[in-house]
């Protein structure tokens, strides 16, 4: 019988946006102790957006953390179409309410 296990607590995914010199975000998709998160953090704010949102699973969290951003995207009014996501997976656990940072390690 092979062992169940379990994802640590901040395992999960990251992915990256950078727009111009404006604006720089980390989409974080991360197991917690209470089930998969949501969140987004603002690298030149140095802080975590409010908005956070549960999951059903991981692949759930990287949706809503991306849909979260497009709205915020849509809302700049920017010319350029969103960029696609790359998501890598973090090797190292995020800690809060600070991130490892960049988003590759």
């Not at 995914?13 to 998709?29: I, Q, R, T």
């Not at 969290?61 to 009014?77: F, Q, T």
Request: hydrophobic share 40%.
């Amino acid at each position: 019988m092979s062992a169940i296990v379990f994802p640590q607590d901040g395992q999960g995914f990251c992915a990256e946006l950078k727009v111009g010199n404006d604006y720089h975000l980390l989409l974080m998709a991360i197991h917690t102790a209470v089930g998969p998160m949501a969140a987004i953090y603002d690298v030149r704010a140095n802080k975590w957006w409010r908005e956070r949102q549960w999951a059903e699973d991981i692949e759930d969290a990287k949706e809503k953390a991306e849909d979260i951003v497009r709205v915020y995207y849509r809302g700049l009014h920017l010319r350029d179409r969103f960029p696609t996501l790359v998501w890598t997976e973090k090797a190292n656990p995020v800690t809060l309410p600070l991130p490892n940072l960049p988003c590759d390690r």
